[in-house]
């Protein structure tokens, strides 16, 4: 299970972080830690979604430009369902998307996953060719 504890800045600290402590019941050694920021607005515990807020408190999402429509905006200012066109598998009867080379991974797109460069790390690289562990910020 999860174990939350907020650290709760000085009146001078800019930023706010939340460590979540996360233990497997078949791993040893000490919990994984992964920090969180939190919403700059003062009494607010809800996490960062962009450029510092939450989304009560105005964090600007890109939605879909049709009245009353809360989807995520895909292509040319709207959603999938309103009209954003998405390439489709170029395999004949296959309407699944494609990813590369004009086809979906059941017809041979091939998605390279790049693992970190440290020795003998398995996980996979998020920036700069290294994991999280080993300094992907």
Avoid at 12 to 23: C, N, P, Y
Avoid at 45 to 56: A, D, M, W
Avoid at 71 to 79: A, D, E, F, Q, S
Wanted: hydrophobic share 30%; charged share 25%.
């Amino acid at each position: 299970m999860s174990n939350r504890v907020n650290n709760i800045p000085s009146a001078g600290d800019k930023k706010r972080k939340e460590v979540i402590s996360v233990s497997a019941n078949n791993e040893s050694g000490p919990p994984k830690k992964r920090v969180r920021k939190r919403c700059s607005v003062d009494s607010c515990t809800n996490i960062v979604v962009k450029g510092g807020l939450c989304l009560r408190h105005g964090a600007q999402v890109n939605r879909c430009s049709v009245d009353e429509c809360t989807n995520k905006r895909v292509k040319g200012g709207v959603c999938i369902k309103h009209g954003a066109k998405t390439k489709l598998c170029s395999v004949s009867n296959c309407t699944n998307n494609a990813l590369k080379g004009g086809v979906c991974w059941r017809h041979g797109a091939k998605v390279e996953v790049k693992l970190c460069s440290f020795v003998d790390c398995t996980k996979y690289a998020q920036k700069g060719g290294v994991c999280m562990k080993h300094g992907a910020k």
